[in-house]
Nanobody, 123 residues
Framework: VQLQASGGGLVQAGGSLRLSCAAS????????MGWFRQAPGKEREFVAG????????YYGDFVKGRFTISRDNAKNTVYLQMNSLKPEDTAVYYC?????????????????WGQGTLVTVSS
């Protein structure tokens, strides 16, 4: 599976961004998808995940209703809508794909990773 993330950029605190991740190379509709992020000097952390059907979603505790993950299986794309952004949301955001099993929240649950897209939130 090849993953291409896009949509990062510079935004002011309180603003919004929508990240996209286009997948290719495997039947996307049977693959769980997730977003992770890694800030400088910190470990990679789980942001959100969506099951292959789109019926199940998980979010990191810090999201608190600000982010929404969704997918369009017809376009082989997963999205992360991020609202009410905070400076502490600044990080490189990675999309990831999991083949088989249940939807997970750990890095070890995912088999394929995209290259990452940088999100910078200014105060």
């Amino acid at each position: 599976v090849q993953l291409q993330a896009s949509g990062g950029g510079l935004v002011q605190a309180g603003g919004s961004l929508r990240l996209s991740c286009a997948a290719s190379g495997r039947t996307f509709s049977t693959t769980h998808m997730g977003w992770f992020r890694q800030a400088p000097g910190k470990e990679r952390e789980f942001v959100a995940g969506v099951s292959w059907s789109g019926q199940t979603t998980y979010y990191g505790d810090f999201v608190k209703g600000r982010f929404t993950i969704s997918r369009d299986n017809a376009k082989n794309t997963v999205y992360l809508q991020m609202n009410s952004l905070k400076p502490e949301d600044t990080a490189v955001y990675y999309c990831a794909a999991a083949v088989g099993g249940d939807l997970g929240i750990g890095s070890y649950d995912y088999d394929y990773w995209g290259q990452g897209t940088l999100v910078t939130v200014s105060s």
